[in-house]
């Protein structure tokens, strides 16, 4: 009894016999022991199944029984190698390891099996299987092979020593199993997980940043109208671009994590790239050559067109610094079929990128989307270009494809399902829209808003804004606060509640606003945050205004007065106000 003839639980394992005399083989059972890490095709640990064999006929010539056509037969690739000879060649190897590999018999009997391996093969899986030869020994192992025509693929093996009846070593055995399709699988739920524990972190993050943020770059805005000193001026200015950088780093984040209000409209994808050229004939530079493709007759898609040449300027600009020498660039469309696999099975639309530059090898293309991943130099990029462009494209129920090799440029495609109904029309929040423009005072001076806020900072600032816009201000800091204050007897009528989303308590901004338009219909209703939620990103407030922060007073008195507006367009064409339905609540 060999020293690893022992199961799992100590216990030495009875050889299992089979046949008499000179036809007999005898074999160790695997127990429920476990060889190594590799993919068992038997769906758990071996019970029956030999980890090592002892045979009475070591010959090879003998192919004429059921046993050899059962070899043969079978769909698992199976090989029989040699250690006592220089190289440890393969001496056997059965039809199903020729369909596996791609090579002829010929190409294979007398070599050693290395030339499977590559460029990424794991040597310390070789090495690893090199030792169990040597200490002749079972192992289960996955490694990465390479067929005949260079296509790699993940290989499950077991190995397994053979001995004569004497205990001298005669061959390993090895079967093999192509697992690359159950390792891929694993590989993308994996990186789906890590992608979506990111997103929720950095959407929290941005949560918590733009809260910040609003403070520091509304306090600066404040600060910089009052300062005479143009070298202060200075200093603030610089402060307060440094602020918007920010800014911008949040919205990439929140973009990325798929949590960012998008307002999408039926476009034309070609229109808007025909619009858009000149931006992206300036982005791509003078050294680019860019070229455009586009197939006429394009059925529209429903996308923010906003956020759409925000990606495909983020896309240009990578396949501009994938040519620092310059080169060829080109900007195509085209009507797509998809099958059903995990999107809806129909015709997209395809918007390509497509570069001549450097490429990106395999270990770089698979984490090309990964937030704050980037092969460029510092300063030179965030690494959350790509990955803003995927949160985008999915959250538009589209699809983000990547093609890339080193040395032969990179295809970036967007896919949008076509559009089968017309778009609602937006509202209409310009100040156009009937009511006061934004510069007129005169009207402020008798209209009340009522904030609601969780933070103390951002509540202070955002009262100071509106108390400099000539609104009179009353302050709540949350919901239900907001409501025994506007069920008051005493209370003032109240023009607009300008409410934060996410607060601690029993409803959030959503509920609130509700909650106030059941009971004062008239009351506008404007709600801002520095983390948009599904709810928000869907159709869950359509009559609505949402301001993201951090905003600016201009941006501020705007939205107000359009919100404003809008009351007063509705007073003089009463219609039945959209319900909302009730969302979740969030406590502190």
Known sequence: MREQDTAAGGQETEPDVQGSGDSQSAGIPAAGRLEGTSYDPTGGPG??????????????????????AAVE?????????????HDNPIV??????????GYREDEIVGRNCRFLQGAQTDREVVAEMREAVAEQRPLSVEVLNYKRDGTPFWNGVFIAPVYNKDGALLYF?????????RRTSEQAFRQAQKMEAIGQLTAGLAHDFNNLLQVIAGSLEILESSLQDDKLRGHVERAGAAAERGSKLTRQLLAFARKTRLEPRRIDINRLID??????????????????????????????????EMALL????????????????TISTRIATLEPNGLPGGQYVALSVTDNGTGMPPHVLERATEPFFTTKGTGRGTGLGLAMVQGFVQQSRGKLEIESKPGQGTTVRLLFPAASEPAEEAADISPEAGGSPPGDTSARQTETILIVEDSDDVLVLAREHLQMLGYRILVASNADEALRLLD?????????????????GSMNGIVLAERVRERHPDIAVLLTTGYNED??????????????????????????????????????????????????????
Request: hydrophobic share 40%; glycine share 4%; no cysteine.
């Open 47 to 68: 019970v029956h199944h030999w980890q090592e064999a002892t045979i009475t006929r070591p010959g090879l010539d003998d192919r004429g029984d059921v046993f050899f």
């Open 73 to 85: 037969m079978t769909r698992m690739p199976m090989i029989l190698t040699d250690p006592n000879q």
């Open 92 to 101: 056997f190897a059965n039809r199903a390891f020729q369909d596996l590999t």
């Open 173 to 181: 055995f090895a079967s093999q199993l192509d697992v690359t399709r």
């Open 275 to 308: 619009d858009f050229g000149n931006m992206l004939e300036s982005t791509a530079g003078s050294r680019a050559e860019l070229q455009f493709h586009q197939r006429r007759r394009l059925p529209p898609v429903m996308v923010d067109p906003v956020h759409l």
């Open 314 to 329: 983020n896309v240009v600009i990578n396949a501009r610094d994938a040519m620092p020498e310059g080169g060829s660039m």
């Open 488 to 504: 008051q007897p005493s209370a003032p009528p109240i023009d607009l509640l300008f409410s934060d989303i996410l607060m601690p």
């Open 535 to 588: 709810l928000v990103a869907e159709a869950r407030a359509p009559a609505m205004d949402v301001l993201g922060k951090p905003y600016r007073r201009s941006e501020l008195a705007e939205r107000i007065r359009a919100a404003m507006n809008r009351r007063h367009s509705s007073r003089n064409n009463p219609r039945q106000p959209p319900r909302v339905n009730q969302g979740p609540r969030h406590e502190a």
